[in-house]
């Protein structure tokens, strides 16, 4: 079956632009995770969801960093003024069920350059 | 606080060679440990994980790892190595709060020599 998927695979921005970054969980799972993966260390946790709502956020860095998930499918990462520091790649996990820890499944993630 | 370390950057072995990659953790109750694979291009990959039980786990690709909770270690082990073994790999733990989110070490890259 389908994976986790994330647009854009690559995505080269401006300093001070705004970008979004999307993820497509794997079909009916309910827990979906952000991490972010700078050049040279592991994934660091961002934000997770259970449902549609934000259950978890004490991952992101400060408030020029939202996401959002309405449908409880679809989760959108987005970042406002964006920063040459927020370079890296953005990845996204999802998990059948938010209850408990069970084996996260990553998406091949979207590398953010900003210049 | 939960922390895991991987203490090897990078480790270059000969194909068909053993492969041991170490992990520690730290972290106050039973953890739940997690290798996964990370190959360029591509996403994480999970090769095995340590909830309870046996602490000898088998995973995919021929690879397990052995829980030792007096070392709090978690190594990651393959007999044989093979030139497509040659990818990062991370070691991380399972936190049981709000998020169930994993903490992750920061790698260990693996050259595999032909």
């Known amino acids: 079956g389908a994976g986790v998927s994330q647009t854009p695979s690559n995505k080269v921005t401006e300093k001070g632009k705004y970008v979004e970054l999307r993820c497509d969980p794997i079909?009916?799972?309910?827990?979906l995770y952000w991490y972010r993966q700078s050049l040279g260390q592991g994934p660091e946790f961002l934000i997770y969801f259970q449902g549609t709502g934000a259950a978890d956020d004490s991952g992101l860095p400060n408030d020029r960093f939202f996401a959002v998930r309405p449908e409880g499918s679809v989760s959108t990462l987005k970042i406002q003024r964006t920063e040459r520091g927020d370079s890296a790649v953005y990845l996204c996990?999802?998990?059948?069920?938010?209850?408990?820890?069970?084996?996260?499944?990553f998406g091949p993630g979207t590398r953010l350059t900003v210049t | 606080a939960q922390s895991v370390t991987q203490p090897d950057i990078h480790i270059t072995v000969s194909e068909g060679a053993s492969l041991e990659l170490r992990c520690n953790y730290s972290y106050g109750a039973t953890p739940y440990l997690f290798w996964y694979v990370q190959s360029p291009g591509q996403g994480l990959q999970l090769l095995l994980k340590?909830?309870?039980?046996?602490?000898l786990v088998q995973g995919i690709k021929g690879f397990e790892a052995e829980f030792k909770r007096s070392q709090s270690s978690f190594n990651l082990r393959k007999p044989s190595v093979h030139w497509s073994d040659a990818a990062e790999y991370f070691c991380a733990v399972g936190v049981k709060d709000s998020s169930y989110k994993l903490i992750f070490g920061s790698g260990t890259r693996l050259l595999v020599r032909p």
């Open positions: 340590y909830f309870s039980g046996d602490t």
């Open positions: 996990a999802s998990s059948p069920t938010g209850t408990g820890i069970h084996e996260q499944y």
């Open positions: 079909s009916g799972h309910t827990a």
